[in-house]
C-alpha cells in the first residue's frame, strides 16, 4: 500500500500526517509532496525521514492512493493524471465536489456510495461536513425541509498566513494582510468571494454540497458565514425544519447514538460546545439543542468541530480506510 500526501507542508497536509500516525493508517511507502521550492527538503514523520518529492516524481510512482491538500488548481490539473495510472485521488478542494461524475462523501453519511471505479473522490467543506455529520440521522428520521445556518469560523480555515495576520494583530506588529480587514476582535461576513446573488462562494458551497451529499435537493437551505479569531475549530447556529414531527428526547438519542458525534448539552453546567475544546479532536460537538419556539417541527442546535481535523484531514483519512477496509483500492 502506497499513499501519498500532496501539499504535506501546509496546514491541513501537517494535520494529514498527525492524523495518519494516530489512527496507524496501514501502508508501506508514504510519499510527501509539497511546492517546487520545498521538493528535496525533509519531514521528520513517526521517526522516519522523508525527502520531499515532486508531482512529476509522484504520479510515476502510481501510489495506491493521493490525498491532495494543495487547492483546487493543482488538484484539477494533477488529480486526473494520478487517476490515469491507478491512484484513487481523495481531494480536499472545491475542484471536484460539484463535479456530477465525482462523489462528495463523508463516510458515516454517505460511504457506501463509493465503488472501485471511484478514482477522484472529493471531500467537502469543512462547514457542511460538520452540519451533515449532525442532520444526516435526523434527516432520515424526519426528513428536512428546511435549513437556516449561521457560522463562525476559524482563521485556520484560511491558512497559516490567516493565522499570523492574527496574532501580528494581537501583537500589535504590522504585516501582510490575508483579509480585507482587521480580524483581531472582528467578525467578518465575508468568507471566500461574493457571487452575483450577493451570497458567499462558501455560503452556496454549504448549500450545494448539502444537497449533494444527502442526496435530496428539495432542502431549502440558506447560509450565512462569518469569519471570527478563534482557531479551535468552526461554529455553527442551524435551524433546521423537519416536515415530520420530532420528540425532543428522541432527537438527543438519536444524535448520542450517530457514530462520530458527542452531544455536549448540559446549559445548567454551562456545558456547550466550544472551538476550544474540539481542537485537535476527530468529534462533531453538538449541543444548544432545543426547540424553535416561533413555528412547528423545527429545532435549534449549535454545532462545533475542528475544521482541520473532522473538517478536513480526518474526513479523508476516513475515506482512505473506508476505501481499504472494502478493499476499493
Known amino acids: 500500500m502506497k499513499i501519498a500526501v500532496i501539499g504535506a507542508t501546509g496546514l491541513v497536509g501537517q494535520e494529514m500526517l498527525k492524523v495518519l500516525a494516530e489512527r496507524h493508517l496501514r501502508f508501506d511507502d508514504l510519499y510527501l509532496v509539497a511546492s517546487a521550492k520545498n521538493v528535496g527538503k525533509n ?29 483546487g488548481s493543482t488538484s484539477l490539473e494533477w488529480a486526473p493524471k494520478f487517476a490515469a495510472v491507478g491512484t484513487t485521488v481523495i481531494d480536499n478542494s472545491s475542484a471536484w465536489r460539484m463535479d456530477a ?8 453519511v454517505n460511504g457506501h456510495e463509493l465503488t472501485v471505479e471511484d478514482k477522484i473522490i472529493a471531500n467537502p467543506n469543512c462547514s457542511t461536513i460538520q452540519m451533515v455529520m449532525a442532520l444526516a440521522p435526523l434527516h432520515k428520521k424526519y ?8 457560522t463562525y469560523q476559524s482563521v485556520t480555515g484560511t491558512g497559516k498566513d490567516a493565522v499570523q495576520q492574527m496574532m501580528n494583530e494581537r501583537q500589535g506588529v504590522k504585516g501582510a494582510m490575508v483579509y480585507p480587514h ?24 454549504m448549500v ?3 444537497h449533494k451529499i444527502l442526496g435530496d435537493h428539495t432542502i431549502g437551505i ?30 438527543r438519542s438519536i444524535l448520542e447514538n450517530t457514530p462520530g458525534v458527542v452531544v455536549q448539552d448540559d446549559v445548567t453546567n454551562n456545558v456547550y460546545p466550544m472551538p476550544i475544546l474540539s481542537q485537535g479532536r476527530d468529534e462533531v460537538f453538538v449541543g444548544r439543542l432545543r426547540r424553535d419556539e416561533s413555528q412547528p417541527k423545527t429545532l435549534n442546535m449549535w454545532i462545533v468541530a475542528d475544521n482541520l481535523r473532522k473538517g478536513a484531514a480526518t474526513n479523508a483519512v476516513q475515506i482512505a480506510e473506508y476505501l481499504m477496509e472494502m478493499s476499493l483500492v
Do not use: C, Q, W
Open 101 to 108: 461524475t465525482k462523489k462528495l462523501i463523508v463516510p458515516e
Open 208 to 210: 450545494k454540497e448539502t
Open 143 to 150: 426528513r428536512l425541509k428546511r435549513i437556516v445556518v449561521s
Open 43 to 71: 519531514i521528520t514523520h513517526e521517526g522516519k525521514t522523508y525527502t520531499i518529492k515532486s508531482l512529476e516524481e509522484t504520479v510515476a510512482l502510481a501510489p495506491d492512493i493521493a490525498v491532495f491538500s494543495a487547492g
Open 222 to 251: 440558506t447560509s450565512t458565514t462569518v469569519r471570527i479569531p478563534a482557531i479551535g475549530g468552526h461554529s455553527e447556529a442551524v435551524n433546521a425544519e423537519f416536515h415530520n414531527e420530532y420528540d425532543l428526547a428522541e432527537v
Open 182 to 205: 482587521p480580524i483581531d476582535l472582528n467578525a467578518l461576513p465575508h468568507i471566500d468571494v461574493f457571487l452575483d446573488n450577493g451570497y458567499t462562494k462558501e455560503e452556496m458551497k
